[in-house]
DNA sequence: GCCAACGTTGGC
DNA sequence: GCCAACGTTGGC
């Protein structure tokens, strides 16, 4: 079992938002980025736990955790013509997007704040660390366990 | 809203 | 295949 971390912006949608979807579950649909789409294409696997990241808010950091529940499949949302995601290039044959789905597991007890992540030198490989835009990035088993703990 | 950092596109 | 121009991400 592998772990990961989604970011998403809140005001799209949050932590509360998938705890409160139907069967606690949602399409990670969006995804437009090579990298962030191999991660998820290849390696995130049903199983697997995600640390929900919120960005682009008030209060920047993680903010809860799901369980990968279906391995990946093709981005519906690429075929789509009325979809901000639509992509004309992408054909069911030769689809170029990806998906996974993700149930909710639990809230932290606190946000742990980008901030604080930054700050606590016993996080050491997580790529958030290192300013980039991934928006899937595999987190190590012992910054998991860091972040957690620092949820308490 | 600003802007730095990064990713993508397209001309050559 | 290089690289400048452009677009996007995302913290602040």
Request: net charge neutral; glycine share 4%; charged share 25%.
């Amino acid at each position: 079992m592998a772990y990961w971390l989604f970011k998403t912006e809140p005001d799209a949608f949050s932590i509360d938002d998938l705890k409160h979807a139907a069967n606690q579950t949602t399409i990670w649909e969006g995804v437009r980025n090579y990298q962030a789409r191999n991660f998820m294409r290849d390696e995130v696997k049903e199983g697997d736990l995600v640390m929900i990241y919120h960005s682009s808010c008030k209060q920047v950091g993680v903010a809860g955790i799901a369980t990968v529940t279906r391995d990946a499949y093709p981005d519906p949302s690429q075929f789509d013509l009325k979809s901000d995601y639509y992509d004309a290039k992408a054909t069911a044959e030769k689809p170029r997007w990806f998906v996974v789905d993700v149930t909710y597991k639990q809230h932290l007890n606190k946000l742990v704040s980008l901030k604080a992540i930054k700050e606590n030198n016993a996080i050491t490989e997580i790529a958030l660390k290192k300013g980039g835009r991934l928006s899937i990035m595999p987190v190590s088993q012992s910054d998991w366990s860091e972040i957690i703990s620092m949820a308490n």
